[in-house]
């Protein structure tokens, strides 16, 4: 079995942030944490190549290092590809998400690991095999032993299983695979083990909602610029920006600059949660811009500022939906904003 291990600069040994700029390159040697994959492989693989990227070559530049690395897969035609463990990185998930998407396109089998909250898991969620790590390098060893382990099968040419028994984090992916026991019955045993107050474990895993503590208030509002954020999926008539109506990938920045109302003849809802003929109608139900204006001219509010934010919230992952807010924050940040009011749907 021929195996090729993708490695970011710092996991090569090349170097960290100073080297993050390392261009795309190809060794015959196993180079930093791919020695210890040769370890885990023992007799059963060889390694082709390490192939080693820097983060911010791979994140700045990446149409261009996808089709590097689609030629370079090409020519040296792994059985399967092993990317990272990237951990809680993002510039190394999201290139570990990458290099899964490009490995698939060629019908070869890859498999990464990240925490469950790096942001490279919302990329190509349903195409990406990643086994679940901790944040930090500590939990190398471990990792990338479970990542070995699912990529000697995959690259044995065996079928994958459920998530809960080959190790990965779920995918969004539905496929046929025979139960023992029907829906009906491992509900019954679930709900008799609750009872008699035993050990279980749910198909469906609840996570706690993070708790965000509320940032203080403004201090006066009508000496306070003003900014308008939604996540109701307002977009520009015809959606010339290509917006998702959910599952976002982006937020959208819009100017409002002399602006006082959203018409509906320029602006329209595209979102997958609710029903949208209502905001179609009027959509400053969605983002108030008009009554925001009114309170501006009444002097209750300082000023709007120039740019709207906007995106579509339903089904975007709460990793991604961290990236989004942090972009929309930073802006809103050198913008100089006092303020957001923030639409929900």
Not at 134 to 163: F, H, N
Not at 226 to 234: C, H, K, M, P, T
Not at 264 to 288: D, I, K, S, T
Request: charged share 20%.
């Amino acid at each position: 079995m021929q195996v090729v291990h993708y490695l970011n600069q710092f996991f090569a040994g090349i170097g960290g942030e100073e080297a993050a700029n390392h261009e795309l390159s190809v060794s015959t040697h196993p180079e930093g944490a791919a020695r210890a994959l040769v370890g885990l492989m023992g007799d059963t693989a060889e390694l082709k190549a390490t192939v080693i990227c820097g983060d911010n070559t791979f994140n700045e530049r990446t149409d261009e290092i996808r089709e590097s690395l689609l030629q370079m897969l090409r020519d040296l035609r792994p059985d399967v590809v092993v990317a990272g463990p990237a951990f809680g990185s993002g510039r190394y998930g999201l290139a570990c998400s990458h290099v899964s998407h490009v490995a698939s396109s060629l019908g070869i089998p890859t498999v990464t690991g990240m925490h469950p909250e790096n942001p490279g898991l919302s990329m190509y969620r349903s195409g990406v095999l990643a086994i679940r790590t901790d944040e930090t390098a500590a939990d190398m060893t471990r990792a990338l032993s479970a990542m070995w382990k699912l990529a000697y099968k995959l690259g044995s040419g065996e079928v994958r299983g459920p998530a809960e028994i080959d190790g990965y984090i779920p995918t969004r992916e539905r496929r046929p695979w025979m139960r023992q026991r029907s829906g009906s019955e491992r509900a019954t045993n679930m709900l008799m083990a609750k009872l008699r107050g035993e050990p279980f474990e749910t198909e469906i895993p609840y996570r706690t909602p993070e708790e965000v503590t509320p940032a203080p208030p403004v201090k006066s509002v009508t000496s306070s610029t003003i900014a308008l954020v939604s996540s109701g999926g307002l977009i520009p008539k015809g959606n010339p920006h290509g917006a998702t109506n959910g599952h976002s990938q982006h937020y959208y920045r819009h100017s409002v600059d002399g602006i006082d109302s959203l018409e509906r003849v320029r602006w329209e809802a595209f979102h997958g949660g609710y029903f949208n003929g209502l905001v179609n109608e009027n959509p400053n139900y969605v983002l108030p811009l008009a009554q925001a204006r009114l309170l501006e001219s009444e002097g209750k509010i300082g000023g709007i500022y120039e740019s709207i934010f906007t995106t579509a919230g339903t089904g975007t992952p709460v990793a991604q939906a961290k990236v989004l807010g942090q972009g929309i924050a930073r802006e809103l940040q050198e913008g100089k904003v006092d303020g957001v009011l923030l639409v929900a749907t």
